[in-house]
């Protein structure tokens, strides 16, 4: 009796057992790694391929629910949802904190729209301003664009405790890597870099976004590298960013990148290769917009054939499909998402995070005589005139919102954001003079009424989703249209001028920067935008954004960095027949105030340490103005002499701070490995024994830097 007994027990035990294995996946207790490995081998092969497509529709045999994705770059892109400035704007703020809050609002939008995983941020660095796809990006600077873009994940996807949480979403780190200095500028064109350019210009962000940020998904772009593209490419999808990095996510390819190794780079003879040679190279998710089955490589009916000739290739779909199912269970997405209803409450305190971003990242390029701020009894009356001063419905909006976006619930146009400001109490004149587009002058007439009518002229120029964005490049880099025209005969009335940029990219506006008396840079600042232009110019704000991408005088300067290498001209100093200035328009980390910052007090604490050691450079901040305002102290490197050529100088630390007038703040900077180190012979990160020369100032141009020297000894 005993023995039939235990022998039953043995029986239930095994039964239970054999439950609880099948639906470990199910118990949110569970470790991670476990659920996976639960869940993958209840799988079919068929599910399995299913799960490898974006968006791939809920399993209900098993229960496996749809990562929705989106587009978050500034701002949900979903009608409706809250349009914050452009990326290019966000860098010129210089504020990684505030970028991980602008960041976390979307993600809480996200969520509440059932999105869970994001193609964003951009961590290309702005390298060709012919290329549309600027606008996208932080800057021209490595480690700019690394803060910037660390910050924006931890904001989309959170940290500690919070990471992945209901209020955060998964980020995707992009285009992976060096997509951003194109031949000829042209988007997805042909790219030719080297290896050291790789490692000290395109691959630190995403090493940081990585390492810092712990981002959960990374895209390849859609070029080669050496002949190597980048979504069949071993060595950058595998033994930079796994093996060396320790990245653990996922990988996702950029639109039909799978397939166009087949269409477009013409390696693999058909999809069923390409899908062959994407998968074994790391690629995990086939992204493919409008699911064409036509450039869709991940499907079943592809991979299990391709599986028939390679059964090698069943491990790098359970490897791939793993790393999947890794995300959706750490994004909690088995667990249902909770209905918050806090859409409302969310959207206004975004809107609010909008109008600050707006108005950090608007750089004052000239302010001549001190015309601005305006005061309240003078003038009396302004006109606002320009394409980008107004639009008249939503639709119009976007126009002048920048790329990847969708309708926002309303929109501010500098028209509306003056009278706003206003009131009754100065009349606003509006003309459009021109579209950006056109081609007669038919419009000038009413512009230029509107102009004699006033004191004051505000003249918002620039560009729009016409001219600037993917697929938006250019071969000619000054105002687009008449738009010059329209200024100079403005101008030419005497009038006092306040130009006010809305656009993507630098311009060469030589004209305008030697006649126009002011000139505001505001990006496309987002849908309060006209409010922030508004406050600046009436000096409710003082502007103190800074430039992330230097301005070229024309294009024969292209490419334009302060990131210079030694060479025959020397610095700023070209021998282009008649064009003896090669410094660029408005340079790197420009920006102006309507206070004035004085620098002093610059020293070091060591000026000898060891190869592990560390230093502090510091220096005295003081407004010496009438306003308050911010100041955004820089700090660059100069190694003196070493085994390699290298730039140079380059940025190495950088803080905003908010000073009062007469108040002094003392800002401070460590110098170690990280600040010291270059890429050997051998491309190997090393700190050589030397001299090195460390710079702090409020922008790159060489008159605003003061120097300490410090050695480095072995």
């Known amino acids: 009796m005993k023995s039939k007994i235990h022998t039953c027990l043995i029986l239930l035990l095994a039964v239970g057992l054999k439950v609880y294995a099948q639906d470990l996946y199910k118990d949110p207790q569970a470790p991670v790694a476990k659920r996976v490995e639960d869940l993958l081998r209840q799988m079919t ?5 299913n799960e490898m497509i974006q968006d791939a529709p809920a399993n209900s045999r098993l229960g496996i629910p749809t990562m929705y994705h989106g587009e978050c770059l ?14 290019i704007a966000l860098g010129s703020t210089w504020n990684p904190e505030l970028i991980r809050q602008v960041a976390s609002g979307i993600a809480q939008e996200a969520r509440d729209a059932g999105i869970s995983h994001c193609y964003s941020p951009v961590l290309d660095v702005a390298r060709d301003p012919r290329y549309g796809r600027v606008e996208e990006c932080y800057g021209e600077d490595p480690y700019l664009v690394g803060k910037m873009g660390t910050a924006f994940i931890q904001g989309l996807q959170g940290t500690g405790e919070e990471r ?6 998964m980020a995707t780190a992009k285009h992976f890597a060096g997509y951003s200095e194109p031949q000829q500028g042209l988007n997805g064109a042909y790219v030719d870099i080297s290896k050291r350019t790789l490692y000290e210009i395109f691959l630190p962000p995403f090493e940081e976004a990585v390492k810092l940020a712990q981002v959960g998904s990374i895209m390849p772009g859609h070029q080669d590298l050496e002949g190597v593209p980048c979504h069949m490419n071993k060595w950058l999808l595998n033994d930079i960013s796994r093996e060396e990095w320790g990245f653990d996510g996922f990988v996702i390819s950029d639109h039909t990148d799978v397939y166009r190794l087949h269409a477009m780079h013409r390696i693999a003879e058909n999809k069923v290769e390409a899908a062959i040679l994407g998968l074994e190279a790391g690629v995990d998710m086939d992204l493919v917009l409008n699911m064409s089955a036509k450039a869709t490589s991940y499907s079943p009916e592809v991979l299990l054939k391709a599986m028939e ?15 999947i199912l890794k995300a959706k269970f750490e994004l909690g997405l088995f667990e249902g998402q909770e209905d918050r209803k806090k859409e409302a409450t969310s959207l206004k305190k975004n809107q609010q995070l909008a109008l600050e971003a707006a108005r950090q990242s608007v750089v004052l390029l000239k302010n001549e005589n001190q015309l601005l701020p305006l005061k ?19 639709e119009e909006a976007v126009t002048l919102l920048g790329g990847y976006t969708k309708a926002p619930p309303f929109y501010v146009s500098i028209r509306d954001g003056l009278q706003k400001k206003v009131g009754k109490s100065i009349d606003i004149h509006y003309a459009e003079g021109c579209s950006l587009l056109d081609t007669v002058k038919t419009g000038f007439n009413a512009a ?9 002229v505000v003249m918002a120029l620039g560009g729009s989703l016409a001219t600037c964005g993917e697929g938006k490049d250019r071969d000619d880099l000054g105002l687009v249209g008449l738009q010059e025209d329209l200024l100079k005969e403005v101008m030419a009335l005497g009038k006092p001028v306040v130009l006010v940029l809305i656009n993507g990219r630098p311009l060469t506006i030589n004209w305008a920067a030697e006649n126009v008396p002011v000139i505001l840079e505001a990006w496309y600042p987002g849908m309060l935008g006209g409010e922030a232009i508004a406050d600046i110019l009436f000096g409710d704000y003082n502007p103190g954004g800074k430039l992330t991408v230097s301005f070229p005088r024309n294009l024969g300067q292209i490419p334009v960095t302060y990131l210079q290498k030694p060479s025959f001209i020397g610095k700023g100093k070209g021998r282009y027949f008649g064009k003896p200035d090669q410094t660029p328009l408005f340079p790197f980390g420009y920006g102006l105030s309507y206070t004035t910052f004085q620098y002093s007090d610059m020293d070091i604490n060591k000026t000898v340490i060891s190869k592990n050691g560390t230093a502090t450079v510091k220096v005295k901040v003081t407004n010496t103005g009438k306003m308050e305002g911010d100041e955004i102290v820089q700090m660059y490197v100069q190694d003196d002499y070493a085994s390699v050529g ?4 380059k940025l190495k630390g950088f803080k905003r701070i908010h000073l009062k007038p007469g108040e002094s703040q003392e800002v401070e900077f460590p110098v170690g490995f990280n600040e010291l180190s270059l890429r050997d012979v051998n491309l190997d990160k090393v700190i050589e024994p030397g001299d090195f020369t460390i710079f702090i100032g409020p922008s790159s141009k060489e008159n605003d830097l003061a120097s300490v020297k410090l050695e480095v000894r072995d």
Not at 45 to 49: A, C, G, N, P, T
Not at 75 to 85: E, I, Q
Not at 646 to 649: A, D, K, S, V
């Open 646 to 649: 290298r730039y140079i100088m």
């Open 164 to 169: 992945f949480d209901k209020n955060h979403i």
């Open 309 to 323: 000739k390679h059964p090698s290739l069943k491990e790098d779909i359970d490897r791939s499909v793993s790393r």
């Open 74 to 87: 500034h701002g949900l892109r979903l009608k409706g949802a809250t349009s914050f400035p452009q990326a």
């Open 448 to 456: 230029l009424e509107a102009a004699k009518r006033s004191d004051l």
């Open 45 to 49: 092969w068929e599910e399995k391929i």
């Open 376 to 394: 309240r009894d003078d003038p009396r009356s302004i006109a606002v005139i320009g394409p980008n001063a107004h639009a008249d419905d939503l």
